[in-house]
């Protein structure tokens, strides 16, 4: 059996969520399956799997594959979660940039840049 592969566990009192990328869900195949009560950040590169459907549909993928994860506990959030604030989960959604994210300036080879 391989390695268990790792992923964040969130929860607040009423609810949990796996983060998941989103680019994992396309290549066991399942990304088409996730339902609208999981969530997606903002660039839509993570997936929060619902607990109760999603979050078994993606075991069962998971095993099928040969697969093992292991949830890592992140600390219980006591009110309602940030996830809770996120889009609903949309298969069609295109990624996009990290918003806050440096902009890399390149320069061209020999360029160093201005001097005064």
Do not use: C, T
């Amino acid at each position: 059996m391989s390695e268990p592969k790792r992923f964040r566990y969130f929860s607040d009192p009423g609810h949990a969520w796996l983060e998941v990328p989103r680019a994992f869900l396309k290549e066991i195949g399942i990304l088409d399956r996730v339902s609208a009560y999981s969530y997606q950040s903002e660039s839509g590169r993570m997936v929060y799997l619902e607990e109760d459907d999603d979050m078994s549909r993606f075991g069962k993928a998971m095993a099928s594959r040969g697969l093992v994860f292991q949830n890592v506990d992140m600390p219980v959030d006591n009110d309602e979660s940030w996830i809770r604030q996120l889009e609903p989960f949309d298969p069609k959604f295109v990624e996009r940039p990290e918003r806050n994210l440096p902009i890399l300036r390149h320069r061209r080879v020999g360029d160093r840049g201005s001097s005064a």
